[in-house]
């Protein structure tokens, strides 16, 4: 893979809700594939935002935190 991009890029969630999150795969033959359930999803401040294995955004509290998408070595991520 040549790059891991994840949308939408940025994202403001009103508390209590949810934003799905999509990661994608761009490899070197310019061929694109949906990572969305096969990557590992991470927030950088779980008190603020949770992400599921699905990519499933959800906001517990008022302020900001980055959900990072990995895969192998390749990551990306939206705040």
């Known amino acids: 893979m040549a790059s891991l991009a994840?949308?939408?890029?940025?994202s403001s969630i009103?508390?209590?809700?949810?934003?799905?999150l999509t990661a994608t795969g761009t490899y070197s033959d310019g061929?694109?594939?949906?990572?969305?359930?096969?990557?590992?999803?991470?927030?950088?401040?779980?008190?603020i935002t949770t992400v599921s294995s699905s990519g499933l955004?959800?906001?517990?509290?008022?302020?900001?935190?980055?959900?990072?998408a990995t895969s192998g070595s390749i990551n990306n991520h939206t705040t």
């Open 31 to 47: 061929s694109m594939s949906n990572l969305t359930s096969s990557v590992s999803w991470t927030s950088s401040d779980s008190s």
């Open 57 to 68: 955004a959800t906001s517990l509290a008022l302020g900001t935190a980055v959900v990072t």
């Open 6 to 10: 994840v949308t939408p890029a940025n």
């Open 14 to 20: 009103i508390v209590g809700n949810t934003q799905q």
